[in-house]
């Protein structure tokens, strides 16, 4: 049993350390390369499918305005991108995220974000 834990212990440092370079190399790719100008970059589906933007319309564009410094540009594509880690790091810093309520509440901000990003009314 000790040689089958020991093993598992490893594939999961591997597959963190691998999940980490991964991470690197996407943000130095999306640094480099805009991607409002750079084709290579998977576009959305539901986008190409029904003409309207997801919830994560834009965050490719938005965390390439923010590597470079550009909250304003960022927020302007998609806000809900620099709502998500400050609400993420509270939650667990706080020690609810496995509450029910703020399970549900991130569900209705998200689909809440994703109705109102596609009316007309919406300024950007």
Do not use: K
Request: hydrophobic share 55%; charged share 10%; net charge positive.
């Amino acid at each position: 049993m000790q040689s089958h834990t020991a093993s598992l212990s490893g594939w999961r440092v591997s597959a963190a350390i691998s999940a980490a370079l991964a991470a690197a190399v996407g943000l130095v790719l999306v640094y480099r390369f805009d991607p409002a100008r750079a084709h290579f970059f998977p576009p959305c589906l539901f986008r190409l499918v029904t003409g309207l933007q997801c919830p994560g319309c834009g965050s490719t564009r938005a965390l390439h305005h923010i590597l470079h410094g550009d909250v304003v540009g960022a927020f302007r594509l998609n806000p809900l991108l620099l709502a998500v880690p400050p609400f993420a790091v509270a939650a667990r810093w706080r020690g609810i995220s496995t509450s029910r309520a703020v399970g549900w509440t991130a569900l209705a901000v998200i689909l809440a974000w994703w109705v109102v990003r596609n009316t007309p009314l919406w300024p950007w």
